[in-house]
T-cell receptor, first 113, second 116 residues
Framework: AQSVTQPDIHITVSEGASLELRCNYS??????LFWYVQSPGQGLQLLLK??????LVQGIKGFEAEFKRSQSSFNLRKPSVHWSDAAEYFC???????????FGKGTHLIIQP | EAEVAQSPRYKITEKSQAVAFWCDPI?????LYWYRQILGQGPELLVQ????????DSQLPKDRFSAERLKGVDSTLKIQPAELGDSAMYLC??????????????FGPGTRLTVL
């Protein structure tokens, strides 16, 4: 069975500091990987996705993520966070086709002034 | 910009009552998904439609949950009877035909259900 693990339930970062959110997955082949962001009362918005090719992918809002097959990881990074980045972040995977997504439990990001 | 519409945004009901949620996907999107997100958890897929046909309902509690997409456009998710453990956010998403590689899933704002 496929699964996604986000080890950090909460992360607190000072505004302007760098950010890394961890994501590990379990899947029998190379999955399709995604990061979504959810602000309070909002639906999920896609930040970036990895399908194949370059293992460093760029997304919206200045985010990037790196796929590491050897570590089964897909960590999300941002060099300098803004107060508006405070939200819930979800890592997810799909086996392909028109499959639904399997999500991690999320990481709640808190930004300190 | 086209969006996935959901209603109601909030629903409070009593245990054993029936509730229904509505989703209108982005025009032209053939695939529609219903997810349940329990507080503090990630979304979990309940049911997936391709046009009007169910392609995956393996995680749908069929004794009390039903979903339909009669004309292959909008969809309704029903719970009867509601139980305390059904309190959650119910998210609808849609994507174009053809699978996840080329087609992003777009999510609606969700319906927050509270069962008392």
């Amino acid at each position: 069975a496929q699964s996604v693990t986000q080890p950090d339930i909460h992360i607190t970062v000072s505004e302007g500091a760098s950010l890394e959110l961890r994501c590990n997955y379990s899947y029998g082949a190379t999955p399709y990987l995604f990061w979504y962001v959810q602000s309070p009362g909002q639906g999920l918005q896609l930040l970036l996705k990895y399908f194949s090719g370059d293992t460093l992918v760029q997304g919206i809002k200045g985010f990037e993520a790196e796929f590491k097959r050897s570590q089964s990881s897909f960590n999300l990074r941002k060099p300098s966070v803004h107060w508006s980045d405070a939200a819930e972040y979800f890592c997810s995977l799909s086996g392909g086709g028109a499959d639904g997504l399997t999500f991690g439990k999320g990481t709640h990001l808190i930004i300190q002034p | 910009e086209a969006e996935v519409a959901q209603s109601p945004r909030y629903k409070i009901t009593e245990k054993s009552q029936a509730v229904a949620f509505w989703c209108d996907p982005i025009s032209g999107h053939a695939t529609l998904y219903w997810y349940r997100q329990i507080l503090g958890q990630g979304p979990e897929l309940l049911v997936q439609f391709q046009d009007e046909s169910v392609v995956d309902d393996s995680q749908l509690p069929k004794d009390r949950f039903s979903a339909e997409r009669l004309k292959g456009v909008d969809s309704t998710l029903k719970i009867q009877p509601a139980e305390l453990g059904d309190s959650a956010m119910y998210l609808c998403a849609s994507s174009r035909r053809g699978g996840v590689v080329n087609n992003e899933q777009f999510f609606g704002p969700g319906t927050r259900l509270t069962v008392l």
